[in-house]
């Protein structure tokens, strides 16, 4: 939450320098992909060769 507000007012800068839907693209993109990294590295990977259950 403390990363969405910090990223709110860049994101508000941006959309008041170009237009509303890149600010909103960018806010999408900013706030998403760290999230999606941080589900990504969480996951355990399933395909690997040490995998016991294989």
């Known amino acids: 939450m ?3 507000a910090l990223m709110l007012p860049f994101c508000v800068k941006v959309a008041q ?3 509303a839907r890149v600010g909103w693209m960018m806010a ?3 706030i998403f992909s760290p999230l999606a990294l941080l589900v990504a590295a ?3 990977w399933s395909l690997s060769p040490a995998d016991p259950f294989a």
């Open 42 to 44: 969480g996951v355990p």
């Open 28 to 30: 999408a993109v900013l």
């Open 17 to 19: 320098a170009s237009s």
């Open 2 to 4: 403390f990363y969405v």
